[in-house]
Every structure is written in C-alpha cells, then in structure tokens.
C-alpha cells in the first residue's frame, strides 16, 4: 500500500526517514522537525524539501512548511515557504501528489495565496512535472523559468 505512492519522483535521490505508528506510515520532516503521515503529497512535499536545501542550497532555517494564512477571510495553507534573510517571502511552493494534473487552477490557487504572500517566486509540482514563476508584479503576470535561482547568500 504504502509502495505506491513512495514512487521515484523527478528529483533527484533521497533519503528519508519513516516509521509505523497506529498502522499509518510516518515520514520524518526535517523542517518541521517531526514525524508526519506519509500521503502521495506528502511525498511530493517532502522532496521539495531536499530539493530546496541541498540542490539549491536554501538555508532550512528559513524554510516554513504548512502555515495557515488568511485570504479574503477564509483560512488556507500553503505548502512551503523560502523566506529571505530580511523576513520577506522569497518562493512559496504548492505540491500535489503526483496523479495530479498539473492545471491552470492550480496557478490560480498559488496565485491566489501569492495575494497574500508577495513572493518573488512561484513553485508549483506534483513530483513529476515542476514549473517555476518569476513574479513581474510591475506588468502583473508571471515569467515561466527553466529553474529556480540558487542561494545566492
């Protein structure tokens, strides 16, 4: 059951932490410094994790994963959050699990939640397809990348 959906993703290889507890599998987040329920998008978001601190080399320490924020009244959560040094909102990420379609909803959603957040940019994934926005909030749209920049501090 739990082999189905712990399928290679298209990010490079991982290691990770699992255990069983009250028949449910359990991932550990190094971020959230706990143990969680492994879902198909928790396997997404736990890739995105390693991708964000060891490939491109973010600072886990400016990382929040899985916050409430408040959209026109209504309580969301967003995925994952790089924050800058200054405490400004450098990426926000959305994960799906991977039998999801990545769609248009699915930028309106990070779009709608970047309302909110400001971000300078965008990651939207579902494990097998990744795709990356830079914000123009001069013209009021967002510029596809081929990558995210690295750290750079």
Not at 115 to 128: C, D, F, I, K
């Given at each position: 059951?739990?082999?189905?959906?712990?399928?290679?993703?298209?990010?490079?290889?991982?290691?990770?932490?699992?255990?069983?507890?009250?028949?449910?599998?359990?991932?550990?987040?190094?971020?959230?410094?706990?143990?969680?329920?492994?879902?198909?998008?928790?396997?997404?978001?736990?890739?995105?994790?390693?991708?964000?601190?060891?490939?491109?080399?973010?600072?886990?320490?400016?990382?929040?994963?899985?916050?409430?924020?408040?959209?026109?009244?209504?309580?969301?959560?967003?995925?994952?959050?790089?924050?800058?040094?200054?405490?400004?909102?450098f990426l926000?990420?959305?994960?799906?699990?991977p039998n999801?379609?990545?769609?248009?909803?699915?930028?309106?959603?990070?779009?709608?939640?970047?309302?909110?957040?400001?971000?300078?940019?965008?990651?939207?994934?579902?494990?097998?397809?990744h795709f990356?926005?830079?914000?123009?909030?001069?013209?009021?749209?967002?510029?596809?990348?081929?990558?995210?920049?690295?750290?750079?501090?």
């Amino acid at each position: 059951m739990f082999l189905c959906f712990m399928q290679k993703l298209n990010f490079p290889e991982y290691s990770f932490r699992f255990k069983n507890s009250e028949n449910k599998r359990l991932i550990f987040d190094s971020i959230r410094k706990k143990f969680v329920i492994l879902t198909p998008e928790e396997w997404v978001r736990q890739h995105v994790l390693q991708f964000l601190t060891k490939d491109k080399k973010y600072a886990p320490a400016l990382l929040n994963v899985e916050k409430q924020l408040l959209l026109h009244g209504t309580k969301k959560r967003y995925d994952v959050v790089v924050f800058n040094p200054n405490g400004s909102i450098f990426l926000i990420v959305e994960c799906k699990a991977p039998n999801i379609k990545i769609t248009q909803d699915t930028f309106d959603q990070i779009a709608r939640y970047n309302l909110v957040t400001q971000a300078e940019y965008l990651m939207v994934t579902n494990g097998w397809e990744h795709f990356y926005c830079q914000m123009d909030y001069e013209n009021e749209r967002y510029v596809f990348l081929r990558e995210l920049p690295p750290n750079n501090s």
